[in-house]
Every structure is written in structure tokens, then in C-alpha cells.
């Protein structure tokens, strides 16, 4: 039922993202990739993927669309976020610094399940949640999904 989806790219170790974005595609849905505006702030937004997006990389060496529209995120339908680990409570560590975190925290309207892409070992017992940290709403791993509990 997703139509406009929120994914990221694939970096280093992260499991890869590239076959659900040609799925995505594929299905005639619309693909964003988060884009950072903000590096001090920690802010970031998502523009438009297309297969023929120009693409630059960011400070941190990660692809990100340029000359394509942004989207509110408010209009996802769907947003899958990248970890380095997750728990069965939903909540994930990332790489440290918070983007995912800080982009959403302002977004009280925001309505699109939040899902978890990861590999079957980074799951943990605990990922120690602060109060800041966000909640997902479930996780994919190449062997189970995992649905979160409120």
C-alpha cells in the first residue's frame, strides 16, 4: 500500500538497499533518499530517487540525489531506516550522531511505519533507549520481521 517510500543507500557494511530500491521502482512507487541540509543541526531532508538520479556524496561519503524534488516527510508512506544494531522493543543504534533521530523528532504528524532493515546478528538484547531515540515499528532481517509492540 506504500506508494512513496523513504529508503536509504546503502553504505559500507549496512545490509544493501539497491534490490529494494529497483523493487521499488520497478512497482512504479516513489523512491526518496534522505539528503543532509544541516550538518551542524543534524538535520536532514528526502529529494526524489529515479534510476537516472545524478547522485553526490555527502561529508560522509554517503550518495545522496541532487536536482531532484523534495518530499515533506509528513507525505511518506513508508520509511526505512538503516542501524548498526536493533532490539525486539524497537529501538535501533545507528551510526552516532543522531540524523534520523533529530529529522523526525520534530514531525509529530508523521503517520509512516517505521521500519528497520538489518542482519539477523544485529540483534540485541537491549540497545539502552534514551528518551530522544526513536521507536521503529518493526524490523525486516533476511530471515524474520519483526513486529514491534506498543
Same mark, same amino acid.
Given at each position: 500500500?506504500?506508494? =512513496?517510500?523513504? #529508503?536509504?543507500? $546503502?553504505?559500507?557494511? @549496512?545490509? &544493501?538497499?539497491?534490490?529494494?530500491?529497483?523493487?521499488?521502482? %520497478? *512497482?512504479?512507487?516513489?523512491?526518496?533518499?534522505?539528503?543532509?541540509?544541516?550538518?551542524?543541526?543534524?538535520?536532514?531532508?528526502? =529529494?526524489?530517487? #529515479?534510476?537516472? $538520479?545524478?547522485?553526490? @556524496?555527502? &561529508?560522509?561519503?554517503?550518495?545522496?540525489?541532487?536536482?531532484? %524534488? *523534495?518530499?515533506?516527510?509528513?507525505?511518506?508512506?513508508?520509511?526505512?531506516?538503516?542501524?548498526?544494531?536493533?532490539?525486539?522493543?524497537?529501538?535501533?543504534?545507528?551510526?552516532?550522531?543522531?540524523?534520523?533521530?533529530?529529522?523526525?523528532?520534530?514531525?509529530?504528524?508523521?503517520?509512516?511505519?517505521?521500519?528497520?532493515?538489518?542482519?539477523?546478528?544485529?540483534?540485541?538484547?537491549?540497545?539502552?533507549?534514551?528518551?530522544?531515540?526513536?521507536?521503529?515499528?518493526?524490523?525486516?532481517?533476511?530471515?524474520?520481521?519483526?513486529?514491534?509492540?506498543?
Amino acid at each position: 500500500e506504500a506508494n =512513496k517510500i523513504g #529508503i536509504y543507500w $546503502s553504505y559500507k557494511s @549496512e545490509i &544493501s538497499t539497491l534490490g529494494i530500491i529497483k523493487k521499488i521502482l %520497478k *512497482e512504479g512507487n516513489d523512491c526518496y533518499l534522505p539528503a543532509i541540509i544541516d550538518k551542524k543541526r543534524r538535520k536532514m531532508i528526502f =529529494k526524489e530517487y #529515479i534510476h537516472d $538520479s545524478k547522485m553526490i @556524496e555527502n &561529508s560522509f561519503g554517503i550518495l545522496e540525489p541532487i536536482g531532484t %524534488k *523534495e518530499i515533506e516527510i509528513e507525505e511518506l508512506d513508508l520509511i526505512i531506516l538503516p542501524l548498526i544494531a536493533f532490539d525486539n522493543l524497537g529501538f535501533r543504534v545507528g551510526m552516532g550522531l543522531g540524523f534520523y533521530d533529530i529529522t523526525f523528532s520534530t514531525k509529530k504528524d508523521l503517520l509512516a511505519p517505521l521500519l528497520g532493515l538489518a542482519y539477523d546478528f544485529q540483534e540485541q538484547e537491549t540497545c539502552f533507549p534514551e528518551n530522544h531515540d526513536l521507536k521503529m515499528d518493526g524490523i525486516l532481517t533476511p530471515t524474520k520481521f519483526v513486529k514491534v509492540q506498543d
